[in-house]
């Protein structure tokens, strides 16, 4: 059973900065789909950033130039940096792996984040 563990949630004032982590099987990195989702009360889940085998990344525009996704060099673990938070950033932030291939997906327990104003 591959298990994916964040940490690094919290509550920080508007402005402020987060690094979460995301604790995965080295193996995962190079052929699944490594990425950030996060869910506000109430709202649906949504994707915030991908970090592609081929070492690219995505961000949903309203992240972009805010928050970093990356991996370190030792290959298991996998950050997502979040600097000038907003309190629309507030929610459960979740990492998720994708095999589109074979459609596998797994989900870690996620994360809160909270930002206040």
């Known amino acids: 059973q591959v298990q994916l563990v964040e940490s690094g949630g919290g509550l920080v004032q508007a402005g402020g900065s987060l690094r979460l982590s995301c604790a995965a099987p080295?193996?995962?990195?190079?052929?699944?789909?490594m990425g950030w989702y996060r869910q506000a009360q109430g709202k649906q889940r949504e994707w915030v950033a991908v970090?592609?085998?081929?070492?690219?990344?995505d961000y949903r525009d309203s992240v972009k130039g805010r928050f970093t996704i990356s991996r370190d060099n030792a290959g298991n673990t996998m950050y997502l940096q979040m600097n000038s938070l907003k309190p629309e950033d507030t929610g459960t932030y979740f990492c998720?792996?994708?095999?589109?291939?074979?459609?596998?997906?797994?989900w870690g327990k996620g994360t809160l984040v909270t930002v206040s104003s």
């Open positions: 998720n792996a994708e095999h589109r291939a074979s459609g596998l997906n797994y």
């Open positions: 080295r193996s995962m990195f190079s052929i699944y789909i």
């Open positions: 970090l592609h085998t081929a070492g690219t990344t």
